[in-house]
């Protein structure tokens, strides 16, 4: 009984600096041991010497399980330390699967490299050098929105297609295509102020998705005015997300704070 109680702290120790760490992944091994389990933390290591909780659906209640020293779970047997493990090599007592709640961690925190996207509309370079810096910060991809018929060169030319294509409200179309936006939990989404709002084929890109559930933080350069202004047609494009407050950047030495701020890197 002792040794159970043990066991169980030392398993909820584990499982408090585990989960809230990172989330894995269940795979099976390559032939010969297809039918053989183990779980990857992805992040290049696995799970292996002994018990480990793992909440593997993410419902906030996890199961125990026993790995070898290679990492391959022990399954329908009896493990080294004694304990009965089913079929699908969750613990088991008297016939019962044993469980844990475990906290799911906030998808607010610190986020990973590979699941926020950094996308950004960029005339002449300025908003482009803003979103290359939180990719360097964030290590998030990067994407630029392009229109299908690119702005001139020309200032005053852009200046009078971007006013027309303001009164008219237009949704001009854009080549930037998001093959899996569902892998995105952040969103950094990045114009100049064009009249004191986004360019259109901003508004084209962000439409063009679903939003539900994701963060988004709208950035911005522009020649003085401040991005209030363009927030409200971004949370209209953006239905579901938590839009944050968003920051013109043309300072990019101060990203680093802000981003820090808002919890996105530590
Ligand atoms: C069509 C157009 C409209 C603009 N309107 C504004 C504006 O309302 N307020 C402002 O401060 N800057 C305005 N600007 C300046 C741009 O916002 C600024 O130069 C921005 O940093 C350019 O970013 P980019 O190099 O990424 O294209 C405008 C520029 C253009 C081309």
Redesign the pocket.
């Known amino acids: 009984m002792k040794k159970k109680v043990m066991l169980l702290i030392v398993m909820v120790m584990s499982i408090l600096m585990s989960m809230t760490a990172f989330a894995g992944v269940w795979r099976t091994g390559a032939a010969p041991n297809e039918s053989r389990w183990w779980y990857d933390n992805e992040d290049g290591t696995w799970a292996s010497n002994g018990w480990q909780w793992i909440d593997g659906n993410q419902d906030g209640t996890a199961e125990c399980y026993y790995f070898d020293s290679e990492g391959w779970i022990a399954a329908d047997t009896m493990t080294p330390d004694g304990y009965q493990v089913n079929g699908d090599g969750a613990w088991v007592e008297n016939g019962l699967v044993m469980t844990l709640a475990v906290s799911i961690p906030a998808a607010s925190t610190q986020t990973d490299a590979n699941s926020s996207l950094v996308v950004y509309?960029?005339?002449?370079?300025?908003?482009?050098g803003a979103a290359r810096r939180i990719q360097e910060l964030t290590g998030a991809d990067l994407m630029e929105i392009e229109a299908a018929d690119p702005y001139p060169g020309s200032?005053s030319e852009?200046?009078s297609r971007?006013?027309r294509e303001l009164d008219q409200d237009a949704r001009p179309a854009v080549t930037t295509a998001i093959e899996d936006m569902a892998q995105y939990d952040v969103v950094y989404v990045g114009y100049?102020?064009?009249?004191?709002y986004a360019?259109r084929p901003v508004l084209t890109f962000l439409e063009s998705y679903d939003w539900s559930g994701k963060t988004v933080v709208p950035f911005?350069?522009?020649?003085?005015?401040g991005i209030s202004g363009s927030l409200g047609e971004i949370r209209e494009s953006c239905p579901g997300a938590n839009v944050s407050e968003g920051r013109r950047v043309?300072d990019t030495s101060s990203i680093e704070s802000w981003l820090r701020s808002l919890g996105l890197i530590s």
């Open positions: 509309f960029s005339r002449t370079g300025t908003t482009e200032y852009t200046l971007a006013e100049p102020i064009w009249f004191g360019p911005c350069t522009s020649g003085g005015s043309n």
